[in-house]
């Protein structure tokens, strides 16, 4: 699948990204430091405090993304280099550290901001010089926002324009994904706003004279809360996705995102829901999809033509399902948005990675999908191009479908076996289950497990008890037991996430699996009732 295209103007020439990037190693030596405070003496030489942002941004953006596996949790690069980075400029009495720490109060994380803001001060009591641009900074104001979607509603590329007290105006525009867990994946700046607004609006007036009612290409004005509400919330995911796909250069531009949506005011009154906006900027209108709604448009679309000539109705029945599931679940409450990359990205990464299929719906699922485009097409009154293009990407789908879709059977595990863990269809869950519940055939004291369900908390205190069947755990199991049957429980619904990552690192750590189970009990059992602090707890464990 090849990325979107911009749809307004191309980015401008990247700010770098190939300084040399810290190897991990805490703290980071000194020579790195050395190498970024001798960059930051280029900031002496511009003027224009716009100039000055984008290199302390650039420089900011050599350590995004990196992970410190011997920081605790393996994620606070930020505290370790940035602010190392902070202390080690503010030692230096130098124009270029103050310089520096002035762009990286404006621009770094909340603690980098104070920290630099303090040690620019100090460093300007000793009397050393401040480059002209510090005093333009923190005056930026955003005057207006726009929002550009592209066609099949896949994209969305938010420009907001931006000036220093009215001088020296700029754009920024960033791509919003919402395949990609509608997070920011690319972004850039210009100074030439008047001519990008003109070629969007172009852009979007050209499609406009053949584009279908109902179809969600549009370059629109949208209010500054509402476009700070969207970034936001696309921002935390691109910073909290492991190994998020982005463009090259969007590393030199991340810290002056993070800043420019810093500067646009807060939403007031109800919160705006993060995900797609709808026509003039407001939130698009998305009721909770229950389960008897999604039960009724599953009825809708069985019922309608399209979907006429599928013979399996009960195969149809739980495809449609799966794809409402997607679009509800995956794609903001959207199940009637079809595109090309949609289908793809449902065809052959979702249903792969979190569903097992039977044999009857895996040959079903594409004809079903091709009807539901054609189904959804219409409801939403699409193009005939629009829909062609996306039953394209359907139809040739379809051979890596089949080969990309991992059937349990096929790796010699017993398809009974895996209905008992798997109730829910859900294929990711497999492997955690089953570490959860390891013996599941056999007999104790009288009963055959093989009878047993371990989706069931009755039979989950047999099954558990079989697996102590010792003289030292029958002499402690009833609380022994019962501490096994939280966490089986936890690792069962997958809550938290970072519960069978941690369980992983363990195992691969050469770790006994009762040993494991017993450090991820005391860790979540200390950290207490707090979400957060179990999770944070459980990223710690190595």
């Given at each position: ?516 189970l017993h450090t991820l009990m005391d860790t979540v059992e200390a950290a207490g009732d ?13």
């Amino acid at each position: 699948m090849s990325p979107q295209s911009r749809q307004c103007s191309p980015s401008p020439g990247g700010h770098g990204g190939n300084r040399r990037k810290p190897s991990g190693v805490v703290p980071p030596p000194n020579a790195f430091f050395d190498e970024l405070l001798r960059a930051a003496r280029e900031l002496l030489a511009v003027r224009s405090p716009l100039d000055a942002e984008l290199m302390v941004s650039e420089l900011l953006g050599t350590w995004w993304g990196q992970r410190s596996d011997s920081a605790p949790g393996g994620t606070d690069v930020e505290k370790l280099v940035g602010e190392g980075l902070v202390e080690y400029a503010a030692s230096r009495s130098s124009p270029a550290a103050l310089a520096l720490l002035s762009g990286i109060a404006c621009l770094g994380t909340p603690r980098q901001a104070s920290r630099a803001e303090q040690a620019a001060l100090k460093l300007m009591e000793r009397g050393v010089r401040s480059p002209g641009w510090a005093q333009h900074l923190g005056a930026v104001t955003a005057s207006e926002c726009y929002l550009n979607s592209d066609s099949y509603g896949d994209t969305d590329e938010v420009v907001c324009v931006f000036s220093y007290a009215g001088e020296e105006p700029h754009a920024l525009v960033t791509v919003v994904d919402y395949n990609a867990d509608g997070m920011i994946r690319d972004g850039w700046v210009t100074s030439h706003v008047s001519k990008l607004l003109e070629r969007c609006r172009q852009a979007d007036g050209g499609q406009g004279a053949g584009r279908a009612a109902g179809t969600e290409s549009t370059f629109r004005p949208i209010a500054l809360p509402q476009a700070r509400r969207l970034l936001e919330a696309a921002l935390a995911e691109t910073d909290s996705a492991d190994g998020a796909v982005v463009s090259e250069s969007f590393a030199s531009y991340h810290a002056f995102i993070r800043a420019r949506i810093r500067a646009l005011p807060p939403p007031r009154g109800a919160d705006v829901p993060p995900g797609p906006l709808g026509p003039g900027g407001s939130p698009a209108q998305r009721r909770p999809w229950s389960k008897d709604r999604r039960a009724m448009l599953a009825a809708e679309f069985l019922a309608s033509d399209e979907a006429e000539d599928l013979s399996d109705r009960r195969a149809a029945s739980r495809c449609a399902d799966r794809i409402i599931d997607y679009g509800c679940d995956k794609d903001f409450g959207r199940p009637l948005r079809m595109s090309p990359v949609k289908v793809e990205k449902f065809l052959l990464g979702w249903l792969p990675r979190k569903v097992m299929l039977s044999a009857a719906e895996q040959d079903a699922m594409p004809h079903v999908l091709a009807a539901w485009v054609r189904w959804s097409g219409r409801c939403r009154g699409l193009g005939s191009k629009q829909i062609g293009e996306t039953l394209d990407a359907v139809f040739n789908s379809m051979s890596a479908f089949s080969r990309a879709y991992r059937d349990p059977a096929e790796f010699g595990l017993d398809p009974a076996l895996v209905a008992r863990l798997l109730p829910d269809g859900d294929l990711e869950a497999l492997p955690r289950r089953a570490f959860a519940f390891p013996l599941l055939h056999g007999w104790y004291a009288g009963t055959d497990l093989g009878a047993l369900d371990p989706a069931d908390p009755a039979d989950r205190r047999t099954l558990l008890a079989a697996d102590h069947d010792s003289g030292a755990a029958r002499r402690s199991a009833g609380r022994h037991i019962t501490r096994h049957l939280a966490i089986a429980d936890r690792l069962w619904r997958g809550d938290p996430p970072e519960l069978w990552d941690a369980a992983q690192r363990l195992l691969d750590s050469g770790q006994d699996r009762h040993l494991v189970l017993h450090t991820l009990m005391d860790t979540v059992e200390a950290a207490g009732d707090d979400p957060r602090a179990i999770a944070a707890a459980l990223r710690d464990l190595r």
